[in-house]
């Protein structure tokens, strides 16, 4: 994967880096990240469309993820 575009933190195009062609524990961390942050929940939502279906084939695991987040997972995780 590509280096960080920015040096403070990651930006929303490290995030459609991450949905296209992240790792199995980037998606991890991510998907541990969004349980608890509607805002991330919100940012993964619009990078979505921008992920390259020939690439990223995952977008529709994260639809349902994102979609079935808050019954799947309990808030006492």
Avoid: C, N
Avoid at 34 to 40: C, F, I, W
């Amino acid at each position: 994967m590509r280096a960080p575009r920015i040096t403070t933190r990651p930006g929303f195009h490290e995030l459609v880096d991450v949905l296209g062609t992240g790792s199995t524990e980037e998606w991890r961390e991510l998907y541990q990240r969004a349980k608890a942050d509607a805002a991330l929940r919100g940012q993964i939502r619009r990078a979505l469309p921008l992920v390259d279906p020939e690439v990223g084939s995952g977008a529709e695991l994260w639809i349902f993820l994102l979609e079935h987040i808050e019954r799947v997972e309990s808030p006492h995780d």
